[in-house]
Structures are given as structure tokens and as C-alpha cells.
């Protein structure tokens, strides 16, 4: 499976992205995927998830209601639509794919929130 992640930016706070993660691959829909995020000097955490067994959402408390993750089944991509973005939602962030023991990452893409 190899993961390539687009629409990150520069943007002010209040404003909105939406990340996309194409996915290649058999079995797309069977994976568990994640969006983490890293910010300079802190560790790598995990933003949202689907899971791959119907389709499920779970998010991290500082996103909940302002980033919604979906996915397309038929194209293989999923997405990150990130709303009201503040100052420290800054970070890389990266799409996952995991399926039992097996995890693949992306390479990652910049989200900058600044004034």
C-alpha cells in the first residue's frame, strides 16, 4: 500500500482545508485509516480515524467538532476537512493505513496556521 497525502497549506486561524490521502492497493476498504499530525518538538499524535470494518469515526478531543474524516471507497482516497483551524493545529500531517500487523505512512503534508 503506499499512501500520498495533498492539500496542506498556509492559512489564518478560522479558516478551513480539507486533506486528501490517496491510497494504492487491494483491499482498501478492509484498512484502518488515521490521520496524525506532528508539530515541531512534539511527538506524533493521532488526529482522526475510520475504521475499516464499517466505516466507523473517532476523533481526538481538540479536533471534535471542527475536522470531519470520510472516505471513498471507490476512488481509495480519504479525507480530513478541517474546519475553524487555530494556531495549534500546525503540525505535518500524516495519512495511515493499518490492517493487523501491518501499518503503512504517508509522506506527509504541511498544514501552517498563523496570523
Known amino acids: 500500500v503506499q499512501l500520498v497525502e495533498s492539500g496542506g497549506d498556509s492559512v489564518q486561524p478560522g479558516e478551513s482545508l480539507r486533506l486528501s490521502c490517496a491510497a494504492s492497493g487491494d483491499a482498501f476498504s478492509t484498512y484502518d485509516m488515521s490521520w496524525y499530525r506532528q508539530a515541531p518538538g512534539k511527538e506524533r499524535e493521532l488526529v482522526a480515524r475510520i475504521i475499516g470494518d464499517g466505516g466507523s469515526t473517532r476523533y481526538t478531543d481538540s479536533v471534535k467538532g471542527r475536522f470531519t474524516m470520510s472516505r471513498d471507497i471507490a476512488k481509495k482516497i480519504v479525507y480530513l476537512q478541517m474546519n475553524r483551524l487555530k494556531l495549534e493545529d500546525t503540525a505535518v500531517y500524516y495519512c495511515?493505513?493499518?490492517?493487523?500487523?501491518?501499518?503503512?505512512w504517508g509522506q506527509g503534508t504541511q498544514v501552517t496556521v498563523s496570523s
Open positions: 495511515n493505513a493499518r490492517r493487523a500487523w501491518t501499518e503503512y
